[in-house]
């Protein structure tokens, strides 16, 4: 499942990664491989920005800006029964994911 184009917060300092491959295990939407003994991010349109990956990395070498974006905005709206909003309303074309 893909969200929207390049909007993810996802960030990977590859330098800092041990290649213990855990980022995959915990990621729902395969977002990460583990190539030549590091992770690699094989689509950054794939995540939802749950922040399970950069939780629940040793080194740190992951970062998200978890719970923010379109995904979270649906799932919030879901749980409380109100309108989605992700906050990107913007004059800007980068700032409108919505």
Known sequence: MKYLRDVATVKLAEEKCSGCGT???????NVFIIKNRRASIVDR?????????????????????????????LINSM????????????????????
Not at 23 to 29: L, N, S
Not at 46 to 64: H, K, Q, T
């Open 45 to 73: 349109d794939r995540c939802m920005e749950c922040g399970a990956c950069m939780m629940n990395c040793p080194s740190g070498a992951l970062f998200v800006d978890k719970g923010v974006g379109c995904a979270a905005a």
């Open 79 to 98: 749980i409380t029964g109100g309108e989605p909003t992700c906050g990107c309303g913007g004059n800007d074309s980068k700032d409108n994911c919505c």
């Open 23 to 29: 980022c995959v295990e915990v990621c729902p939407h």
